[in-house]
């Protein structure tokens, strides 16, 4: 057995040992990419091209994928009510926008992390808040990697660091003051779920429990994509166009002995350069212009042109190397190639059928996750441990959709006994919630018009009807 405070360098030693890459990761997220290679003593022109080349497609990868990630609400054993009130506390910790940290993270740094607490201003509504995986490590069980020992969470508290070490039964605060300072024990107290309060969000799991970044696979399709951005963006500035060329012509003024004429100042003294030579004077062979021609002094001068290069080879491997980008991000080309034109309808659903299966494999390890979450809500709202055993995670639907074919596959099966709420839950933004809504709203408005309310399909203010009575009506009818 080992003790509280070798858990607790144990999991600084292994926060540290992942900031480099923790860094790495976020930095090529944010699209904070290194510059394509230039040799050194390059011009300020040319080093504003490097800065120009990379394209932040790691970051539109991982934001399409989020951002179709969208948990609606919980379905359990028990009646609606229970599942309403259990969800209650997913809304009321504002985890409606926030649950994509958590998911962002999994796909950036193979770890989204969601910690879960009693809440001692409103017992029945546990606190629950995404966390840094920069900030938490999670001690596994090595008889079971699925499980966990122990956890530790550490932040800076002005000058100060503050470390927490979280067991099943209790939980030990440490502060440290100031840089290389020992931690001192500052307060313990009981574990009141009496389980690690810390659940992981891993998209790719292996046997071992060990996570894999997604991101690290598009790392050097997006060095590549940012290269050939660099190639392209120098042939556009410096080869363009046509070049003019000179051969045979010397510019620097000489005297009548043949040695160059320096140049000098004010002073009348020569000008040096920075090896101490003198500066030759150069004479200009003039302006190109319409009305204007070139004069060169010697019989051994020439002038030619050189064509310009043709960018469409480079526009052609940029879109090569962007299409192997999307094929890797199991992200539609579509998303990320601009020129994506006279595709057919069914081919851009077929295009989205990569990203569908990977929105649900997602959907299907963060499930999982959100399961365990909420599990550990109910144990801290007083709930016992074994309440939550059959629970199910209702995903909003935000794949494309064509409401037409909806409406028309409804129109025939559901007078056949098909349920309306199957083909309402496909709907744009439908949830649990709104469906049930919907489902009320027809059932007032066929009430009503079973009753005689010819303005029951009319948009406009209706009658007051006495709903239950119609009901009533309905049934003995």
């Known amino acids: 057995m080992t003790t509280v405070m070798e858990d607790l360098v144990k999991g600084q030693l292994k926060l540290g040992e992942r900031k480099p890459q923790h860094l790495f990761r976020q930095n090529a997220y944010e699209g904070k990419h290194p510059l394509p290679f230039a040799p050194e003593g390059v011009s300020k022109e040319y080093e504003a091209l490097r800065e120009m080349a990379p394209l932040p497609l790691i970051r539109l990868a991982v934001r399409t994928t989020c951002q179709r990630l969208r948990a609606g609400g919980v379905r359990t054993g028990r009646d609606e ?220 001068t020439k002038v030619f042109d050189l064509d310009e290069s043709d960018l469409k080879n480079y526009v052609t491997a940029l879109d090569m190397l962007v299409a192997t980008f999307a094929a890797v991000a199991q992200v539609p080309p579509q998303y990320l190639i601009g020129d994506f034109k006279n595709v057919s309808g069914d081919l851009m659903v077929a295009t989205e059928a990569t990203l569908r299966s990977f929105v649900l494999d997602l959907q299907t390890s963060y499930g999982e996750s959100i399961k365990e979450v909420m599990r550990l809500a109910s144990i801290a709202r007083g709930d016992k441990p074994d309440t939550l055993v059959d629970i199910e995670v209702d995903w909003k639907d935000a794949d494309p959709k064509n409401i037409n074919q909806i409406a028309s596959a409804a129109s025939q099966m559901v007078p056949n006994g098909a349920p309306l709420s199957m083909f309402l839950e496909q709907m744009p933004g439908a949830t649990p919630r709104t469906v049930q809504r919907w489902l009320k709203e027809s059932l007032e408005q066929l009430n009503r018009a079973l009753a005689g309310d010819s303005a029951a399909g009319d948009s406009g203010p209706k009658p007051d009807v006495n709903v239950e009575g119609l009901r009533g009506n309905v049934d003995n009818n």
């Open 81 to 300: 009510a229970f599942d309403a009130d259990l969800w209650r506390i997913w809304d009321r910790n504002n985890l409606g926008s926030r649950q994509r940290i958590a998911y962002t993270n999994g796909i950036v740094h193979d770890q989204g992390l969601m910690s879960v607490w009693t809440n001692s201003k409103d017992k029945s509504t546990p606190i629950i808040r995404p966390e840094s995986p920069d900030a938490v490590y999670i001690e596994p069980d090595p008889a079971d990697p699925f499980s966990s020992l122990w956890a530790t969470k550490t932040w800076a508290d002005k000058a100060a660091t503050v470390s927490v070490v979280y067991y099943p039964d209790r939980w030990v605060k440490f502060r440290s003051e100031g840089s290389g300072k020992a931690p001192v024990h500052v307060a313990s107290g009981k574990n009141p779920l009496g389980r690690v309060p810390f659940v992981s969000f891993v998209p790719e799991i292996d046997a071992v429990a060990a996570g894999v970044s997604i991101v690290d696979s598009l790392v050097g399709p997006q060095k590549a994509i940012d290269t050939m951005r660099f190639n392209l963006l120098l042939a556009a500035q410096f080869a363009a166009y046509r070049q003019r060329i000179f051969t045979g012509y010397d510019p620097v003024v000489r005297d009548v002995d043949g040695n160059p004429v320096p140049m000098v100042d004010a002073e009348g003294n020569p000008v040096l350069d920075d090896n101490g030579y003198a500066v030759p004077m150069v004479s200009s062979p003039g302006r190109v212009g319409v009305d204007r021609a070139l004069v060169f002094p010697g019989e051994l």
